[in-house]
């Protein structure tokens, strides 16, 4: 009975996270969004308020800025859905 569980220790190991993988990927993929155009967001603020005459120049900044962000986490969360090493 032990033989059988040392040698499927491994079997199981390997196909334990896969799916798990994708989802882990998708979240950190989500978060560093998020936190990114946070970011952007909160020193373009502090610009405008530093700045007021600038205002409309820093906001087309920050709206491009954070639509690139957006564009990349959105292909980053489409690549981590698709994983599947499975399927080969």
Do not use: D, H, K, W
Request: some cysteine.
């Amino acid at each position: 009975m032990l033989t059988v569980l040392v040698f499927a220790g491994p079997a199981f190991a390997a196909e334990g996270g896969v799916e798990f993988s994708g989802a882990f990927g998708a979240g950190l993929v989500i978060i560093g969004g998020a936190y990114g155009i946070g970011r952007l967001a909160s020193s373009a603020l502090e610009s405008m308020a530093r700045q007021p005459e600038v205002a409309g120049r820093i906001f087309t900044s920050l709206l491009i800025a954070a639509a690139l962000i957006e564009g990349v986490t959105f292909f980053a969360l489409i690549i981590c859905m698709q994983q599947n090493p499975f399927a080969s």
